[in-house]
C-alpha cells in the first residue's frame, strides 16, 4: 500500500516509516502541510493512506485535512497525535479523518486501526495469518495450533502476530519491542524475552515441533515445522 506519513516529529516519522515498510507499504515522509502538498501532487491518486500529525509548524494538521477533503481526496486519512483532548478527536474527525489515535501508542494497534478502516473503506485486507500448522483468525481472534486452541494473552496475541506475519526472518529484540510495545517503552529490560518464553510454553504443544527459535546475539525467529 502507497502510504504517506505527515508528521514533523523526526523520531516517530522514522519509526513510522520504518515499521510500516516492514509491513510491505511504501512510505513517503513529509514534515510539514506545505510538504505534504508538494507530494500529494506527485504521488495524486496513487496514495492509499494518510497518516496525520496535527501539530505541526505552520499550517496545522485539520486545516490540511478539510482542504484535503474539500478538494475530493477520498483515501482513507488516520490522525496520529498527542492531543488527547475529546474536542481535538471530535474535531479531527469532522474534518474529515477515518480514525484518531493518541500518542504515544504500540505499533500493532496502529496495524489493527489501519486493517479496520481498510475494511470500512471496501479495500482487501487479510483475516487470517497461517504458519505451518499455526492459525491466528484475525477477526475472531482465536489461535490455533493443529486445530487445537490456544489461550493467548493480549500482549502474546500481538507478539505471535508479528512473528507470523515474518516468518523465518530473524526479529531483533528492539524491533519486537517497538512493535508489541510503545516506541517510549524503556530499553534495556528483558521483556522481550520473558513473554517469548511465555509464548513458547503455549505454542509448543507436546508431541508437536517447537516453532520459535533463538538466533544468538541477533533475535528470535519464527520456523514453521513443515519448512527446510
Ligand atoms: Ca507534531
Redesign the pocket.
Known amino acids: 500500500m502507497q502510504v504517506m506519513v505527515i ?3 523526526p523520531k516517530i516519522a522514522l519509526f513510522l516509516e520504518r515499521g510500516l515498510e516492514a509491513e510491505g507499504h511504501a512510505v513517503t515522509v513529509a514534515s510539514s502541510a506545505e510538504d505534504a502538498r508538494r507530494w500529494l501532487s506527485v504521488l495524486g491518486p496513487e496514495l492509499e493512506l494518510i497518516l496525520l ?1 496535527l ?2 509548524p505552520g499550517e496545522d494538521g485539520t486545516d490540511l485535512l478539510r482542504w484535503l477533503r474539500a478538494g475530493g481526496f477520498a483515501a482513507p486519512v488516520i490522525v496520529v497525535s ?1 492531543r488527547d483532548d475529546l474536542r481535538d478527536k471530535v474535531t479531527g474527525l469532522d474534518a474529515g479523518a477515518n480514525d484518531y489515535i493518541t500518542k504515544p501508542f504500540a505499533f500493532d494497534e496502529l496495524l489493527a486501526r489501519i486493517r479496520a478502516v481498510r475494511r470500512s473503506t471496501g479495500q482487501p485486507t487479510q483475516t487470517e495469518l497461517v504458519v505451518g500448522d499455526l492459525r491466528l483468525d484475525l477477526l475472531t481472534k482465536v489461535a490455533q495450533r493443529g486445530g487445537r486452541q490456544i489461550e493467548l494473552a493480549p500482549r502474546e496475541w500481538v507478539m505471535l502476530e508479528l512473528f507470523m506475519r515474518h516468518p523465518r526472518q530473524v526479529l531483533s529484540r528492539s524491533q519486537i519491542l517497538s512493535n508489541v510495545w510503545s516506541y517510549s517503552f524503556e530499553p534495556g529490560s528483558n521483556v522481550v524475552d520473558v513473554y517469548v518464553g511465555y509464548l513458547r510454553r503455549k505454542i509448543n504443544l507436546p508431541g508437536l515441533a517447537p516453532l520459535i527459535q533463538t538466533v544468538r546475539g541477533a533475535g528470535y525467529r519464527l520456523l514453521p515445522p513443515t519448512s527446510d
Open positions: 508528521e514533523d516529529d500529525d501539530g505541526l498527542a
